[in-house]
């Protein structure tokens, strides 16, 4: 009898530890803390970083909603080819919010709508696990291919819990077939480190440091990013392209602040061209 009691509460808990393993909550995601550190970058580009800190907290009145304010220190840079081939660096720093809503909703919730499977070849499948790469969290992970039957999209993505988006991949049958590919490279919480930082700003020299005279938040971009015009020009000219070099959105613009709404357009990359007087600036965006 006690043998069988034994298992019995053996039984129960791995059936605890492996239900806890699957109901990791938007909340859980995305519980942030001040001083927590993220840094990111673009795959496929020449290097880069998407770097913030958690600077303040705030949760609503009814704890359904907090919000986060985030201070970025972000660096791109581009191949120069004269007089000798050599990188050139822009950087920009620059304070949003993130306000995180349904807190106690699974995670997974947000892919509710993915078909599992059907004639066309779409399929959806995810999973929870401990993560040895991420110092133990715990992770959602999920992907997925729409009409998958003939030349369809796939699309890859993790999800750590207190670490938000791990990574996310877009991959389509048109060139370039990688669409985007997004990545944590490191994450700081409290006295917990796991990755390498991307010190990146340790010995450049100063003539290859520029900084840029516009600059955009939030980048990843869910429907509508903030344009912040830190140049002499007052007027200016904006347009979207797509890898291929094609205009999707052209737009007169003037002041030092421009929102502009792109939730109709794809998710993938795409470069936003600003052109002042002879000058021509661009930033790469990132649509979810």
């Known amino acids: 009898m006690k043998t069988l009691l034994r298992i019995l509460l053996i039984l129960i808990v791995f059936g605890f530890e492996v239900k806890s393993q ?49 201070h970025f ?45 059907d004639s066309l070849g779409d399929w959806f499948n995810d999973s929870s696990y ?7 969290i715990l992770i959602y992970e999920y992907s997925a291919c729409v009409g998958c039957n003939f030349e369809g999209n796939s699309y890859q993505g993790q999800y750590g819990q207190g670490v938000g988006l791990i990574k996310q991949i877009h991959q389509s049958p048109a060139w370039p077939q990688i669409d ?20 990146t700003t340790v010995g450049i020299k100063e003539p290859l440091k520029k900084f840029a005279d516009f600059y955009i938040y939030p980048n990843p971009v869910k429907s509508t990013f903030t344009l912040q015009n830190t140049s002499p020009h007052n007027n200016f000219q904006c347009s979207i392209q797509n890898l291929l070099g094609q205009s999707i959105m052209s737009v007169n613009l003037s002041g030092e602040t421009n929102k502009i709404n792109i939730s109709h357009f ?23």
């Not at 985007?180 to 010190?199: A, E, R």
């Not at 794809?266 to 979810?288: A, D, F, H, P």
């Open 22 to 70: 699957t109901t990791l909550t938007i909340g859980q995601v995305y519980d942030y803390n001040i001083n927590d550190q993220f840094h990111y970058y673009t795959y496929g580009v020449p290097p880069n970083a998407t770097r913030f800190t958690i600077v303040d907290k705030h949760f609503s009145s009814l704890n359904d909603t907090v919000t986060y304010v985030r």
């Open 73 to 117: 220190d972000n660096y791109s840079s581009q191949v120069i080819s004269a007089p000798s081939p050599h990188l050139e660096y822009f950087f920009d720093s620059y304070t949003d919010t993130l306000s995180i809503i349904n807190l106690d909703l699974l995670i997974s919730d947000q892919f509710s709508t993915w078909t599992t499977n």
């Open 130 to 136: 401990i993560s040895s790469q991420w110092c133990g």
């Open 180 to 199: 985007y590919q997004y990545y944590l490279k490191y994450y700081k919480k409290g006295t917990v480190s796991c990755g390498i930082p991307d010190m």
């Open 266 to 288: 794809e998710s993938g990359i795409y470069q936003l061209v600003i052109k002042t007087g002879n000058e021509i600036s661009t930033i790469r965006i990132l649509k979810e």
